[in-house]
Nanobody
Framework: QLVESGGGLVQAGGSLRLSCAISRSMHSIRSMGWHRQAPGQQRELVATITNSGSTSYSDSVKGRFTISRDNTKNTVDLQMNSLKPEDTAVYYC?????????????WGQGTQVTVSS
């Protein structure tokens, strides 16, 4: 119900834009966010945006990444600038909302981002 796209290989200093398409079957969305998981590491929060538009970022990406939502396209996007090799990870979209009659956190399948030095 969540499909990420936009990952790939980029050189350090470059940019990528990730997009997460949210199924119309989801509603009453409270928040949306991006997490990432590097090999051998725990999944970590990157950025979130609430239904009121408030955003928050991890210290490691603050000033470089921007989360946004497009209500017409029903997507949540992550613009990533000034990428560093340590940004290499699988990036996951997460939505807190209701799918059908089930409230909860829903995850996408992930998209690989690789930043070469």
């Amino acid at each position: 119900q969540l499909v990420e796209s936009g990952g790939g290989l980029v050189q350090a200093g470059g940019s990528l834009r990730l997009s997460c398409a949210i199924s119309r079957s989801m509603h009453s969305i409270r928040s949306m966010g991006w997490h990432r998981q590097a090999p051998g590491q725990q999944r970590e929060l990157v950025a979130t945006i609430t239904n009121s538009g408030s955003t928050s970022y991890s210290d490691s990406v603050k000033g470089r990444f921007t989360i946004s939502r497009d209500n017409t396209k029903n997507t949540v996007d992550l613009q990533m600038n000034s990428l560093k090799p340590e940004d290499t990870a699988v990036y996951y979209c997460k939505v807190n909302g209701i799918r059908g009659f089930r409230p909860g956190d829903y995850w996408g399948q992930g998209t690989q981002v690789t930043v070469s030095s």
